[in-house]
């Protein structure tokens, strides 16, 4: 797992026309995607949007991650939803003319709120899946006011001693296969940014993550085909900057400022997922106003593995809640 990401100064933003989406499916019969582009500092990140009703905005993990494996399981909330996505500076289709350096925790919320003015979101709702998680908490604590509510998917830690307690369990979970992955790790085709290699990494990374291996051959041919050298190599360097500026900086700990945050929020954790249980309950303890769901036989994907208990969750949590 990887983390953070960069700054530079966001300049006034040009939404590119609108038109039909070439990836991504959904199965709503209405819900149409349609994609943009939204100028910030030398590049324009890729946006997507689909579906009606309230809005949420869908932060991807990673952080060398894009917002393409999220389809089109995610795309199904469309019938009830207005979704928006967009591939975090220096990853997916918003790497062209961005340098890992451009890249910093400041940047990144200052994209988050470009994207939310660019669609014309009062205090829209903010999915955060793993490291999307901590840019959610990151930048409600900055804008209170701009997020109605918080829904925190398999959230990653959001202090460095959580985060130290996430990689002695993940080695014990990985248990062998941690020799296994290292090699791959230090195989020429991985360092080259070599896509098979990489889905070859990710196949023993994340399985310790996943109640089924079915799940985990689906989750891994998602995340390959948007794998390319250029792509993998620059997020690999973006990863590198933000994990050092939030997981692995000194003292890094968000928990005590989330006591201030008088937003809905639901927590979503998977008795399977390879991050413990102590981060999301240290998240979910932390925000006042927040409610902490565990679901069984559901591991770090719990959207994909178990989509008809993550889709009730968030159906109550709208019905239940009003947005801040």
Not at 272 to 292: C, G, N
């Amino acid at each position: 797992m990887r983390l953070v990401l960069a700054l530079t100064l966001v300049v006034a933003m040009h939404a590119g026309p609108m038109r039909p989406a070439a990836d991504g499916a959904t199965d709503s019969k209405t819900a149409t995607p349609r994609e943009r582009r939204i100028a910030v500092g030398k590049t324009a990140l890729y946006a997507r949007e689909i579906g009606q009703g309230p809005p949420i905005i869908v932060l991807h993990g990673g952080p060398d991650f894009d917002h393409s494996y999220f389809l089109p399981d995610l795309d199904r909330w469309s019938d009830a939803y207005h979704l928006v996505y967009y591939d975090q500076r220096g990853r997916g289709k918003s790497g062209d003319r961005v340098q890992p350096e451009d890249v910093t925790l400041a940047s990144e919320m200052a994209d988050l709120d470009r994207v939310r003015q660019a669609f014309h979101l009062g205090a829209p709702t903010l999915v955060g899946h793993s490291w999307g998680s901590v840019l959610a908490l990151e930048y409600a604590i900055r804008h209170p006011t701009h997020v109605g509510r918080l829904i925190l998917m398999n959230p990653a830690p959001a202090s460095a001693s959580d985060f130290a307690q996430f990689r002695k369990a993940y080695a014990e979970a990985l248990g062998a296969d941690m020799e296994r992955r290292q090699a791959v790790q230090a195989s020429a085709g991985y360092q080259a940014g070599d896509p098979d290699a990489v889905a070859a990494y990710y196949r023993i990374h994340f399985k310790p993550a996943l109640a089924r291996p079915a799940d985990l051959d689906k989750i891994v041919a998602t995340l390959r085909a948007s794998f390319t050298p250029e792509r993998v190599l620059k997020a690999r360097q973006v990863e590198m900057r933000l994990t050092n500026e939030t997981w692995l900086a000194s003292g890094y700990d968000l928990l005590p400022k989330l006591a201030s945050l008088h937003i809905p929020t639901l927590v979503i954790y998977g008795d399977h997922d390879f991050i413990p249980l102590d981060t999301a309950s240290h998240i979910a303890h932390a925000i006042p106003s927040a409610r902490l769901v565990t679901l069984s036989s559901c591991g770090h994907f719990s959207y994909l593995e178990c989509p008809d208990a993550v889709r009730k969750e968030i159906d109550q949590f709208f019905r239940t809640t009003r947005a801040h």
